[in-house]
């Protein structure tokens, strides 16, 4: 095994097992404030339709960048949620993108299908391990929320409630004032 195949089968069973610690803890409702905000570091990744989308495509707007997988139980959970999230800031300066973490476009695409409702928001699919350590990533779930500036605003580690109305307050007063 190769020093690089062995450090990310290393960092998934850490994200695996950090996963496990918070599932039992069930969905949260609110993101708590970046301690440090720094700009969002790039991630440009593939979309199920194969087009490439970053972060920076949506400067100008609030995005809300959640990390998953289709084996991590919370990210199971909250999923529908964040399909009602998109649904309810359609046409408001807040983006939903959820970067999946280490499976194949099919397996992506075979668990969106399988879900009700069926997310209409891009699934992004090819996050390399090593990318997470720039997200601060320890965990699966992890949530960033990137202000309308490029900075990292507000995170959640473990599943959320996307469509609590904590959650979508918290969102559109960051798309509205520009702060946390």
Request: net charge negative; charged share 20%.
């Amino acid at each position: 095994m190769t020093f690089p195949a062995l450090r990310a089968l290393v960092l998934a069973s850490v994200l695996l097992a950090a996963t496990s610690v918070v599932q039992a803890a069930g969905l949260g409702t609110s993101f708590k404030p970046v301690a440090e905000p720094m700009s969002a570091p790039q991630l440009p990744l593939a979309d199920l339709q194969g087009e490439t989308v970053a972060v920076a495509d949506f400067a100008g707007k609030v995005v809300v960048l959640n990390f998953w997988a289709t084996w991590c139980p919370p990210c199971r959970e909250e999923m529908p949620s964040l399909q009602r999230l998109h649904e309810a800031v359609d046409g408001e300066d807040v983006v939903v993108l959820a970067a999946n973490v280490g499976e194949q476009a099919d397996t992506v695409r075979g668990f969106a299908e399988s879900l009700d409702p069926r997310p209409t928001f891009p699934l992004l699919v090819g996050t390399p391990f090593e990318k997470l350590g720039e997200w601060k990533v320890r965990g699966l779930p992890t949530t960033v929320v990137i202000a309308r500036d490029g900075t990292l605003a507000y995170r959640a580690e473990g599943g959320l409630a996307f469509d609590h109305p904590d959650v979508m307050q918290q969102l559109r007063d960051l798309a509205a004032t520009g702060r946390p």
